[in-house]
């Protein structure tokens, strides 16, 4: 009991120190708690309109999407995953993923059994966007806004495509008459 007692009192001094001590845990925990960033999802609401060419496996469509920034921060531009050139060559992600995990059917594939977009245009506002592609993925582009969208805006981009249907290798393709769209 004694040697708890010097310990604690070596630990702390004095009331004043453990006090002091104890303030300044609050404070920076506090801080701490304060400097995290605040969690959120941006919204998206969407009409896709799409007709199918089985014949050549394309799929053509338009789409209208409504963007909301949730974000704390003003966006000056965005960034758009399109996840159908994930199949348009053995270099992509998924290409590599393929490869790394020991599957070589989409590697070696033949240029008619990948797919992608042919087709991809933007527009907001009725003016036509650029797409460009991020820092050497094929399956993701950025648009730079033409003004700034802030919290709690939303801007309508309208979008017009057509995308070949690559041959079944994941979650996006097609066997013979049976087509799996994805994503």
Known sequence: KKNNRIHFSIFWKNKYTMKATFLFLLLFGSLLVSAQKVDFQQKVDYTIEVTLDDQLHLLNGSERLIYTNNSPDTLHEIFWHLWPNAYSDK?????????????????????????????????????????????????????????????????????????????????????????????
């Not at 050497?136 to 700034?148: E, Q």
């Not at 995308?163 to 087509?179: A, E, H």
């Open 91 to 183: 270099n992509t992600a998924f290409g590599q993923q393929q490869l790394r995990n020991g599957n070589t059917n989409f590697y070696f594939a033949e240029e008619e059994n990948r797919g992608g977009f042919k087709k991809l245009n933007c527009k907001l506002d009725g003016q036509a966007l650029v797409l460009d592609q991020w820092e050497g993925h094929k399956d993701v582009a950025t648009t730079s806004l033409p003004r700034p969208l802030a919290p709690g805006a939303s801007m309508e981009f309208e979008f017009e495509f057509s995308i070949k249907i690559p041959k079944s290798f994941s979650r996006m393709g097609r066997t013979d008459s049976s087509y799996q769209l994805t994503q």
